[in-house]
């Protein structure tokens, strides 16, 4: 018997957060994409957590890519974690490592995706950090005062 498929939604960081587990093919797109399909349109961006995945074919991926187009169209974005060496592979195999946005986990999909309030109220040392590094890369030649933005 294979595993189905089963996906989870929760909020987060002010993206909607989407878990995938099992396999994602030919039987069970259609599944996904409906699931998914309700969340498009609110602008929370949406993170798709494959890290518990164990099969994606071409009709997951083409699932994935029709929801990041429909994102860019309505302006959010999808973002995709993903640790697992042989799905990444496949990602960077059909090239849609350079129109997913991918990340290895969660928490970093969050950090790219999430509105910079969101980061504030539940990730604090990550809009600390960014703050240093703008100052950082502001900074002017010696002699001359820092370009601080501020936060």
Known sequence: MRPGLTVRVRRE??????????????????????????????????????????????????????????????????????????????????RLDSYLRLAHTVTEALQSAAPDEALTADIPTVRWRASLLDLTWRGSRPGRHADFAGP
Request: charged content about 15%.
């Open 13 to 94: 960081c002010g993206c909607a957060v989407i878990t995938v587990t099992g396999e994602v093919d030919i039987a069970t797109a259609a599944q996904l994409r409906e699931r998914i399909s309700g969340l498009i349109g609110s602008d929370a961006p949406l993170v798709a957590d494959l890290n518990q995945v164990s099969f994606i074919d071409a009709a997951g991926l083409g699932v994935l890519v029709g929801v990041a187009r429909r994102c860019a169209a309505l302006g959010s974005s999808l973002h995709v974690a993903c640790a697992q060496p042989q799905t990444r592979r496949l990602f960077r195999l059909t």
